[in-house]
């Protein structure tokens, strides 16, 4: 199952680098694919395992969703992943993604010297920067997340 499961994540790590999005039916289907291959493996307490792990996947990255950091694609990806790899996993998980996405930042920060210029934005204007405040949305140094999940959740599956 680890194997197909990275083979699905390096789908959608490509379909979001092309297409800037990773679509309902890759995601759907890794939810399905946890939810059959569970139940059918460990019966019904096999489908709870699955049912835990996309609720827990979905409600992590459900924060960042909802205040404009991630797209839809990711969050259901990493419910998806929960899915598969249930509670535990998808909880480590997701502290590792979160890093690979900050190191990929920082990264993208230093390349194109808006470091400095990020770290004033964060300390004296986020603070009082409302929810529906969307002026930066435009433009703003946002990359493809589905390459962090992919690369966070194979480097996780290497160590589980």
């Known amino acids: 199952?680890?194997?197909?499961l990275g083979i699905i994540l390096a789908v959608a790590m490509w379909i979001d680098i092309k297409d800037k999005i990773i679509p309902n039916w890759l995601t759907f289907s890794?939810?399905?694919l946890g939810l059959i291959?569970?139940?059918?493996?460990?019966?019904?307490?096999?489908?709870?395992?699955?049912?835990?792990?996309?609720?827990?996947g979905l409600a992590i990255?459900?924060?960042?969703?909802?205040?404009?950091?991630l797209g839809a694609g990711d969050v259901k990806l990493v419910a998806g992943i929960g899915a598969v790899k249930g509670?535990?996993?998808?909880?480590?998980?997701?502290?590792?993604?979160?890093i690979v996405g900050g190191i990929i930042s920082l990264f993208i920060l230093i390349q194109e010297k808006k470091l400095g210029r990020m770290i004033k934005k964060v300390i004296y204007r986020l603070p009082f920067k409302s929810l529906s405040d969307r002026e930066d949305q435009e433009g703003n140094?946002?990359?493809?997340?589905?390459?962090?999940?992919?690369?966070?959740t194979w480097y996780t599956l290497f160590l589980h």
């Open 37 to 56: 291959i569970n139940l059918s493996i460990d019966g019904w307490s096999g489908l709870l395992f699955s049912l835990q792990g996309l609720g827990v």
């Open 61 to 69: 990255f459900l924060i960042p969703f909802v205040l404009g950091g």
């Open 141 to 152: 140094d946002a990359f493809p997340y589905g390459v962090a999940v992919a690369f966070g």
């Open 1 to 4: 199952m680890n194997i197909l």
């Open 30 to 32: 890794l939810m399905l």
């Open 87 to 98: 509670v535990k996993f998808v909880l480590l998980d997701s502290l590792v993604i979160a």
